[in-house]
Antibody, heavy 119, light 110 residues
Framework: EVQLVESGGGLVQPGGSLRLSCVAS????????MGWVRQAPGKGLEWVAN????????YYVDSVKGRFTISRDNAQNSLFLQMNSLRAEDTAVYFC????????????WGQGTLVTVSS | QSVLTQPPSASGTPGQRVTISCSGR????????VYWYQQLPGAAPKLVIY???QRPSGVPDRFSGSKSGTSASLAISGLRSDDEADYYC???????????FGGGTKLTVL
């Protein structure tokens, strides 16, 4: 059974930093593209970033470029999202998801972790 | 405002067929596959259509997808109460070099 478990969310002040983690099991993590998708409270889904199975390609939504960094550790079956210079508009549930391609096909999702940016 | 345009709401009675539209551009729907996700209240999204018209294993054949030009649609036939959810279309955008989602359609089963 595929499992994706996110952690690291919480309350942070504007301008602060947070690192999200996602531990994967039940599939070949090192062969999968991985991504982060977020959902602001009461709002729709927004794609945030994708990373290739070997980490050689990364893509970001414009609003997080230069502030967020996606990375992975295939030895630990783990995906990360380092979030710096956080803004109120980054407040959302962040989902970790896996897929076979670079695009927005995500076959499996985690349960999400809530990030709240507020003073 | 979302790059892909969906109606905010749709509804139908049990047993009916409903269709949800998704409009985009040549750089996204016009050039790439479309995906549809179902999100039940309080849950993570679930893929129900991939490659514009394919169903993952376990998704009933009541769900179907199609694409024409820069538009796509999701159809649900034999509507059931447990189909009540938010539905999102998504695609890769070659110009943005990133993924885009529609704003979501809230499906109500009357």
């Amino acid at each position: 059974e595929v499992q994706l478990v996110e952690s690291g969310g919480g309350l942070v002040q504007p301008g602060g930093s947070l690192r999200l983690s996602c531990v994967a099991s039940g599939f070949t993590f090192s062969s999968s593209w991985m991504g982060w998708v977020r959902q602001a409270p009461g709002k729709g889904l927004e794609w945030v970033a994708n990373i290739k199975h070997d980490g050689s390609e990364k893509y970001y939504v414009d609003s997080v470029k230069g502030r967020f960094t996606i990375s992975r550790d295939n030895a630990q079956n783990s995906l990360f999202l380092q979030m710096n210079s956080l803004r109120a508009e980054d407040t959302a549930v962040y989902f970790c998801a896996s897929g076979p391609y670079y695009d927005v096909r995500f076959d499996d999702w985690g349960q999400g972790t809530l990030v709240t940016v507020s003073s | 405002q979302s790059v892909l345009t969906q109606p905010p709401s749709a509804s139908g009675t049990p047993g009916q067929r409903v269709t949800i539209s998704c409009s985009g551009r040549r750089s996204n729907i016009g050039s790439n596959h479309v995906y549809w996700y179902q999100q039940l209240p309080g849950a993570a999204p679930k893929l129900v259509i991939y490659s514009s018209s394919q169903r993952p294993s376990g998704v009933p054949d009541r769900f179907s997808g199609s694409k024409s030009g820069t538009s796509a649609s999701l159809a649900i036939s034999g509507l059931r109460s447990d189909d009540e959810a938010d539905y999102y279309c998504a695609a890769w955008d070659d110009s943005l070099r990133g993924g885009v989602f529609g704003g979501g359609t809230k499906l109500t089963v009357l």
